[in-house]
C-alpha cells in the first residue's frame, strides 16, 4: 500500500498569502496519478487537481500543483477567505489512498 | 448538471446490515466507473469500493468479503450492500465519481452509518 504523508498537519496563514502544502509517497506513485481535494466542514470533498497539476473544471488558477515521484506540491498564490478548509491528497496509481490531510486555517 | 443523492444510513448494531442508495441525475451511472468513499468522523478518507462500467468491482481489504457494490441501471442508482457490520464502519458513506478508476470528480453529499449497540 502506497502510504501519503501530508506536512504540515496545519498551516496558520492570512487572506491573500500564500500557502504550500506538502504530500510525501512512500514509494513512487505512478505516471504522477496524484488529486487533491479541498473540504469544508460538513461538505463532501471537492476536487482541485488530478494528474499532479491538472486543474479540475471551475477550478480558480490560484491553485497549482506540481511535483513527480515521491514528492508533491499543492500551492494556491494568494488566499481568498473561503480557502481555509483540510485539504487531502489521493493516489490512484496503485488501488486509492489519500493522505491524513492538512487544515489550513486563518491566522 | 451531474447529481447524487445518498440515503440508506443510520444507527444499527454491530454484526448488523444496511443497504445504502446512491440516485444518479446528470449522469448514466451503468456507463461511468462509480465508487464509495468514507470517513469517520473527525478523520481522514478511505476508499471501499468501485464498479466499473463494464461490471468489473474491487473492494477495499477492510470490507472485502463483507460489503457488496451494485447497480440499477434501470433506476440509474448505485448501491452498497453492508454486512457483519462493525463500530470501526462508523462513517460518513460519500459515492463518487471516478474517471477510469483515478480521481473522484463528483461527489454526493454523505450519509452517514452509525455502528453500536
Known amino acids: 500500500e502506497t502510504v501519503l504523508t501530508q506536512s504540515p498537519g496545519t498551516l496558520s496563514l492570512s487572506p491573500g498569502e500564500r500557502a504550500t502544502l506538502s504530500c510525501r509517497a512512500s514509494q513512487s506513485v505512478a505516471i504522477n496519478y496524484l488529486a487533491w481535494y479541498q473540504q469544508k466542514p460538513g461538505q463532501a470533498p471537492r476536487l482541485l487537481i488530478y494528474g499532479a497539476s491538472s486543474r479540475a473544471t471551475g477550478i480558480p488558477d490560484r491553485f497549482s500543483g506540481s511535483g513527480s515521484g515521491t514528492d508533491f506540491t499543492l500551492t494556491i498564490s494568494r488566499l481568498e477567505p473561503e480557502d481555509f478548509a483540510v485539504y487531502y491528497c489521493?493516489?490512484?496509481?496503485?488501488?486509492?489512498?489519500f493522505g491524513q490531510g492538512t487544515k489550513l486555517e486563518i491566522k | 448538471e451531474v447529481q447524487l443523492v445518498e440515503s440508506g444510513g443510520g444507527l444499527v448494531q454491530p454484526g448488523g446490515s444496511l443497504r445504502l442508495s446512491c440516485a444518479a441525475s446528470g449522469l448514466t451511472v451503468s456507463s461511468n466507473y462509480m465508487s464509495w468513499v468514507r470517513q469517520a468522523p473527525g478523520k481522514g478518507l478511505e476508499w471501499v469500493s468501485v464498479?466499473?462500467?463494464?461490471?468489473?468491482?474491487y473492494y477495499a481489504d477492510s470490507v472485502k468479503g463483507r460489503f457488496t457494490i451494485s447497480r440499477d441501471n434501470s433506476k440509474n442508482t448505485l448501491y452498497l450492500q453492508m454486512n457483519s457490520l462493525r463500530p470501526e464502519d462508523t462513517a460518513v458513506y460519500y459515492c463518487?465519481?471516478?474517471?477510469?478508476?483515478?480521481?473522484?470528480?463528483?461527489w454526493g453529499q454523505g450519509t452517514l452509518v452509525s455502528v453500536s449497540s
Open positions: 463518487a465519481r471516478s474517471p477510469f478508476d483515478q480521481y473522484f470528480d463528483y
Open positions: 464498479i466499473y462500467s463494464g461490471g468489473t468491482i
Open positions: 489521493q493516489q490512484y496509481g496503485n488501488s486509492h489512498t
